[in-house]
């Protein structure tokens, strides 16, 4: 089988991160993969990972956006995949036209509960990504069941079928002395307190709310620290923001990050914030980890987090410094937690059973489209 996954950018993000661990897995059992990045990056680790994994990986260079559509249908026509997988809104709307025009069976994933358009010309381009979900993809899937129900509700179609995001256990053990390393590294001292937040530096995420509630909770644990990784357009706000709180001891701005997995071994406290989710792959991670969760109760992250952290309501800085305030507080709860989160996920988003349902949704839409 030959899939083509169509994304808006191979840059970094969690549905990029999902395509690489869709490579993974789908190359291993002779799968071909071809990646189309609808436009340029600055961030290239993914694509790095999709071409040694074996993937055919295509970025297409900036233009309007005609020439792109020209190209993306240029592209699965001599690519003669089985089936095309969109991703992403820009995704959807090039990738399903240019898989009708080719005569291929299309399958798109959403990543994201629904959000409303802040402005005009999103408003358009999210009516025009509802039409041609509608009418051009034969299967949709969503990544969580808050998602599927909230995307369904949206497209006003039946089914927006399930498939929840898998994630890669990463077998990986630091030393103590690699703990120490990295806590001080970012510290200044290992002893200190850190939680570990990841992801864009972008409004989705409310970090402006995460700083107001690492603000409060100082009070009470005075040498606490958060550490962010990742990047993005609202880097300079956050910077100004911490220095009126005046947090410049207790918030490091990491940028991106490669190591991530060993910060996350090395912290106390996975944070997530965020506005609104989907399943975020960046949680998934920290569970395996054995990080204990403190996280807004968006999307499904209550459905994958359950017993294994504290949910809090979004936008609230006072609930979520006194979540992480209790749980500083209590270190045998703190890995009574990361243990639960480790086996929770291990045993309900596994890869493998994530790839079969895959698979087994591109050779029904396969079937479908050769009795056509």
């Known amino acids: 089988m030959k899939v083509a996954h169509v994304i808006d950018n191979l840059g970094a ?17 002779g799968v071909q993969v071809v990646a189309v990045g609808l436009k340029p990056s600055s961030e290239t680790r993914y694509i790095e990972e999709l071409k040694r994994a074996g993937v055919e990986v295509h970025v297409l260079p900036a233009c309007n956006q005609f020439r792109r559509f020209l190209r993306v249908v240029k592209l699965l026509r001599d690519a003669k995949p089985d089936v095309v997988h969109t991703h992403l809104r820009q ?4 990738g399903l036209i240019a898989a009708g025009l080719v005569s291929r069976p299309s399958v798109a ?30 299967q949709v899937i969503g990544v969580g069941d808050i998602v599927a129900d909230s995307q369904g ?44 937040a990841v992801g864009r530096l972008a409004e989705q995420k409310a970090y402006h709310h995460l700083l107001e509630a690492v603000a409060l909770l100082r009070h009470s644990v005075p040498a606490v620290t958060l550490a962010v990784a990742g990047e ?32 996350m071994r090395a912290a106390d406290v996975f944070v997530s914030s965020s506005l609104w989710e989907g399943l975020p792959l960046v949680l998934l991670e920290a569970m395996d980890a ?8 968006v999307g499904d992250v209550p459905t994958v987090v359950g017993n294994a952290g504290v949910l809090v309501p979004p936008a609230d800085p006072q609930q979520m410094a006194d979540a992480l305030a209790l749980l500083l507080s209590d270190p045998a709860r703190l890995a009574s937690l990361g ?10 988003n596994d890869p493998v059973s994530w790839l079969e349902e895959l698979m087994g949704i591109y050779g029904e839409q396969i079937r479908r489209a050769s009795r056509k």
């Not at 993000?13 to 059992?29: N, P, S, T």
């Not at 959403?110 to 993809?137: F, I, S």
């Not at 609202?234 to 060993?262: T, W």
């Open 91 to 94: 995704g959807h709307i090039l």
């Open 339 to 348: 243990r639960e989160a480790r086996d929770h996920v291990r045993e309900q």
């Open 109 to 138: 994933t959403l990543h994201n509960v629904d959000v409303e358009a802040r402005n005009l010309k999103r408003a358009m381009m999210k009516w025009l990504e509802t039409w041609v979900l509608r009418h051009r993809a034969a």
């Open 290 to 297: 054995g990080l204990a969760i403190v996280a807004t109760e």
């Open 13 to 29: 993000g969690g549905a990029q991160k999902l395509l690489a661990v869709f490579a993974e897995q789908a190359v291993h059992r």
């Open 153 to 196: 509700k949206r497209l006003g179609r039946g089914t927006v079928y399930v498939v929840r995001n898998p994630v890669s256990p990463i077998d990986m053990v630091i030393t103590p002395e690699e703990r120490v390393a990295i806590r001080s590294s970012l510290l200044g001292k290992a002893s200190s307190p850190l939680l570990l």
């Open 232 to 263: 993005g357009h609202l880097r300079q706000p956050l910077e100004s923001r911490i220095q009126e709180l005046g947090l410049e001891e207790n918030v490091v701005l990491l940028g991106p990050r490669s190591d991530v997995p060993r910060l």
